[in-house]
C-alpha cells in the first residue's frame, strides 16, 4: 500500500494532465466517433464511407457535436462507445502507475540521513547528542571504544 501511495504521490501532477486530457479527448475523438458509427450503421450495413465522412463533418464542429450526443438519438452509442474507450484508457494509466511506483523501498530516501533505521536502532552503535557529525541528529561519539575510523564520502557544495 505504501509503494501504491509513493507512486500517486510521485506522479500526481501528471495524473492530473491526464485526467483533462481525457475529457479533452472525449470531446474531440469520442463524441465524434460515436455520432459517425450510429451514422455508418443506419442502413443496416456498415458504411465505412458514411463513418469517415460524418467523422470529418463531426471533427470540425466539436460543440455543435457534443449537445448532438446527448439527444436521444445518439446518447446509446455515445455510452457505449466511451465505456470501452475509458477502460482502455483506465489499462494504459495503470501501466503508467505501475512504472512509476518506486523499485524499493529505499527510493527517495535522503542519502546521509538515518530514515533507513527504525526505532533508534542507529543508536546502538551511534549517540544523539555529540560527538563526530556524521548526519541529522547522527553522531559518531568520541569516547566509544574499538575502531572509530570514519570515510565520509561525498562532495562540496559551493554556491
Known amino acids: 500500500m505504501d509503494k501504491i501511495r509513493k507512486g500517486i504521490k510521485k506522479i500526481k501532477g501528471k495524473l492530473i494532465f ?79 502507475l505501475y512504472k512509476a511506483m518506486p523499485k524499493h523501498e529505499y527510493d527517495d530516501i535522503e542519502h546521509g540521513s538515518s530514515d533507513w533505521s527504525e526505532n533508534g536502532e542507529q543508536y546502538s552503535v551511534l549517540s544523539k547528542n555529540k560527538g563526530i557529525l556524521l548526519a541529522q541528529k547522527n553522531y559518531l561519539p568520541i569516547n566509544k571504544r574499538g575502531n572509530i575510523n570514519v570515510l565520509v564520502v561525498g562532495r562540496i557544495w559551493i554556491w
Open 18 to 96: 491526464c485526467l483533462i486530457l481525457l475529457i479533452v479527448m472525449i470531446i474531440i475523438f469520442v463524441a465524434p466517433f460515436s455520432i459517425a458509427i450510429k451514422e455508418a450503421l443506419e442502413t443496416g450495413a456498415f458504411n465505412f464511407t458514411q463513418l469517415w465522412t460524418s467523422y470529418s463533418e463531426q471533427l470540425s464542429n466539436p460543440f455543435g457535436t457534443i449537445g448532438k450526443i446527448f439527444s436521444a438519438e445518439y446518447i446509446g452509442s455515445f455510452w457505449s462507445v466511451l465505456w470501452k474507450f475509458t477502460l482502455f484508457y483506465i489499462l494504459i494509466m495503470a501501466v503508467g
